[in-house]
């Protein structure tokens, strides 16, 4: 067949295999919270791991881990996208949003630790770089471990509570935020604030779901405003449970900590009758539209 010249260069369009970024078919799994542990075989593990079950990782990425995660990403464009590790005291944090957001990265985290309070003016700056690059913001909230209390540190859960991120998400209205582990043990705080914020949600990762396994049924008091009509809710608000995204915080290699995670999950929202729909959003739907930039 012969084609007229004029629709050469669209027939050549066609035929081109589509860029990554065009991947329309949502995966079964978003995981927010995945960290690297700085070893290639894991990265291997993980995109194998996600292969078998459709998902995509928020890779939590140390600078010095930039170049490599950047270039297995682009082996794997429909398993994984970068997150930045930056640390909100380092002075050179600026340049690394920037440099982190050059190499096609969505967003910073796990943000943790900070000398100030999230919400501390002096972050500003970090938080309106991130806004103009419309980022993902996952930020540790609640408590955290001590992995070596010989060692004097300056970290303080206090600094780090649920409500800290409230200012944020109403300063920066065009920053998604994160907030891992749901602030344990302030879950009230995290979910009351999440209910009028439409752009924070909070992960279920980390010892929550293990210390009220045998009482799975609390979290519907925290988020307890499903299907309400009162002008003390935000209207046509969907299932309360949808403030919650899937996070598997793997760290440290163990990616077991992933199927566990997952099961933890079904196990919680199944008992508090969360709807499938609803279930579908929590694990993939949100983060999916949120990382193609459809509220
Ligand atoms: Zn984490």
Redesign the pocket.
């Known amino acids: 067949m012969r084609i007229p010249c004029y629709l050469a260069p669209l027939l050549i369009l066609a035929v081109l295999p589509s860029p990554a970024s065009a991947q329309i078919a949502p995966p079964k799994i978003v995981d927010a919270?995945v960290?690297y542990n700085g070893d290639p075989a894991f990265l291997e593990k993980l995109a194998a791991k996600l292969d078998s079950v459709d998902g995509l990782a928020l890779l939590?990425t140390a600078p010095k881990d930039l170049a490599a995660v950047k270039a297995f990403i682009a082996k794997h464009p429909n398993r994984l996208r970068g997150l930045g590790e930056i640390k909100l005291d380092d002075p050179t944090a600026l340049d690394q949003v920037d440099q982190f957001h050059a190499a096609g990265f969505v967003g910073l985290?796990?943000i943790?630790s900070p000398l100030k309070n999230y919400d501390d003016r002096s972050y500003w700056p970090i938080y309106e770089r991130a806004e103009k690059y419309r980022m993902i913001l996952?930020f540790?909230t609640g408590i955290v471990n001590r992995l070596h209390p010989e060692i004097p540190t300056d970290i303080s859960v206090d600094r780090m509570r649920p409500l800290t991120l409230d200012g944020i998400a109403r300063r920066f209205p065009q920053i998604t935020i994160v907030g891992?582990?749901l602030g344990n043990p302030d879950y009230a705080d995290a979910a009351e604030i999440a209910r009028w914020n439409p752009n924070l949600y909070f992960d279920l990762?980390?010892s929550s779901l293990i210390k009220k396994q045998d009482d799975p049924t609390f979290w519907k008091t925290i988020f307890w405003w499903s299907g309400i009509v009162s002008p003390h809710t935000p209207p046509g608000a969907p299932d309360a449970f949808e403030r919650v995204v899937f996070?598997s915080?793997v760290?440290e290699g163990e990616l077991e900590e992933f199927d566990r995670e997952l099961e933890r999950y079904h196990k919680t929202l199944d008992a508090c009758g969360v709807p499938k729909a609803a279930q579908d959003n929590i694990f993939a739907g949100t983060m999916w539209k949120i990382l193609n930039h459809k509220p």
């Open positions: 919270h960290h939590i985290g796990e943790t996952l540790h891992a582990h990762s980390g996070g915080d760290f």
